[in-house]
């Protein structure tokens, strides 16, 4: 009777044990944001430059978000999660200064941010339909991701992981 004894009361630590070992940790909480990334960018946006007319494009990889106001387009940088405005990429890509400068540029124009963050440059820029190819020589011959903004326009741009690009930007463009 007593070995009955001492093997139910093994087998029920034993039980004891497992159940304890085998509950779930407690989990972080999901937060859900009451705004959506593409209502908080583009109050971001109308704060800063008087409206803000659409997103045009989410790249995750990227963490960016570019938005359309009257004047132009806005490049944003996101955080790592791809869920909050983190800032704006400076200068914006202005409509009226793309059209009053074609005679002297040509078909593309680029501009470049050479330190959004630690680890982190851009360069972007608007190129009419002609263009067909655009590679950035000056930064080991790197083609640039590129987007239908309307109407003969297109917005490029690359991103790179370190701190500086190398001025000036020297592109080659095939039509």
Not at 11 to 27: G, M, Q, W
């Amino acid at each position: 009777m007593r070995n009955i004894l001492l093997i139910a009361v093994f087998a029920l630590t034993v039980v004891v044990i497992y159940f304890i070992a085998a509950r779930p940790s407690p989990t972080k909480p999901v937060i859900i944001p009451t705004t959506s990334l593409e209502e908080s960018v583009c109050e971001e946006v109308s704060a800063q430059f008087g409206d803000c007319k659409r997103i045009l494009l989410f790249d995750a990889q990227s963490h960016l978000v570019f938005a359309e106001s009257s004047s132009g387009i806005i490049p944003v940088l996101t955080n790592n999660e791809f869920t909050n405005f983190k800032k704006f990429i400076y200068p914006i890509l202005d409509f009226q200064e793309f059209k009053e400068e074609k005679q002297e540029r040509g078909s593309i124009t680029w501009q470049a941010d050479k330190n959004v963050q630690k680890d982190y440059s851009i360069i972007y820029g608007f190129a009419e339909d002609n263009v067909k190819t655009i590679v950035i020589t000056s930064e080991g011959n790197r083609q640039p991701n590129k987007f239908f903004l309307r109407d003969n326009l297109w917005v490029w741009y690359a991103t790179f992981p370190k701190d500086k690009v190398k001025l000036p930007v020297e592109i080659e463009v095939y039509e």
